[in-house]
């Protein structure tokens, strides 16, 4: 495990303090979500939800600005390297990231050890290039149906966007990515 300083540039991936449904708003309400839930921890305002959806037109790999998709290393929380950069997630492999590093929520819990998230998946609508997945955004996020799909990755398999379906009532992950630098 590599670790580099928080005073260092990295773009972090923090999970949201608990797991929702594939509705929860659509994807503005998410990244409100994330904005809040960086705020009040004193982290960085910079956080968008790590999702694709057709409408408003949001997709996984432009969510971070050119400037910074190669730039800086893909960290958790405590500033372990999950990715080398942004970029790297989205080369069609799944976005592998290494199995021992964890995955934090805002408020430090483990979403892969904490029984709070008892799916250990996350949303995130897209293909493994992280374009959107045409109908598998449960409805833009708005749907918690269990008869419509979202498309989604088991974090336990170590891939961030695995090619998995999921049912849009399944309580699962929302990540959230630091979009731009902070220091």
């Given at each position: 495990?590599?670790?580099?300083?928080?005073?260092?540039?990295?773009?972090?991936?923090?999970?949201?303090?608990?797991?929702?449904?594939?509705?929860?708003?659509?994807?503005?309400?998410?990244?409100?979500?994330?904005?809040?839930?960086?705020?009040?921890?004193?982290?960085?305002?910079?956080y968008r939800a790590f999702l694709s959806s057709p409408k408003p037109r949001a997709v996984n790999k432009?969510?971070?600005?050119?400037?910074?998709?190669?730039?800086?290393?893909?960290?958790?929380?405590?500033?372990?390297?999950?990715?080398?950069?942004?970029?790297?997630?989205?080369?069609?492999?799944?976005?592998?990231?290494?199995?021992?590093?964890?995955?934090?929520?805002?408020?430090?819990?483990?979403?892969?050890?904490?029984?709070?998230?008892?799916?250990?998946?996350?949303?995130?609508?897209?293909?493994?290039f992280g374009n959107m997945a045409v109908d598998r955004s449960c409805e833009s996020w708005r749907v918690?149906?269990?008869?419509?799909?979202?498309?989604?990755?088991?974090?336990?398999?170590?891939?961030?966007?695995?090619?998995?379906?999921?049912?849009?009532?399944?309580?699962?992950?929302?990540?959230?990515?630091?979009?731009?630098?902070?220091?």
């Amino acid at each position: 495990m590599i670790t580099i300083p928080l005073s260092h540039p990295q773009l972090k991936l923090v999970a949201l303090n608990q797991p929702h449904t594939g509705n929860f708003g659509g994807v503005y309400i998410a990244d409100r979500m994330c904005y809040e839930q960086a705020k009040a921890m004193g982290l960085s305002a910079y956080y968008r939800a790590f999702l694709s959806s057709p409408k408003p037109r949001a997709v996984n790999k432009d969510l971070v600005p050119q400037k910074f998709r190669e730039s800086y290393p893909v960290t958790n929380l405590r500033g372990d390297i999950l990715f080398s950069n942004y970029k790297s997630i989205f080369t069609g492999g799944g976005g592998k990231f290494p199995p021992n590093i964890p995955i934090y929520s805002f408020d430090g819990r483990d979403v892969l050890a904490d029984p709070f998230w008892p799916k250990k998946s996350i949303w995130h609508g897209s293909n493994t290039f992280g374009n959107m997945a045409v109908d598998r955004s449960c409805e833009s996020w708005r749907v918690n149906d269990i008869s419509i799909v979202g498309q989604s990755s088991s974090l336990s398999s170590g891939s961030l966007i695995g090619q998995q379906t999921s049912s849009c009532s399944n309580e699962l992950v929302i990540l959230c990515i630091e979009t731009i630098e902070h220091v």
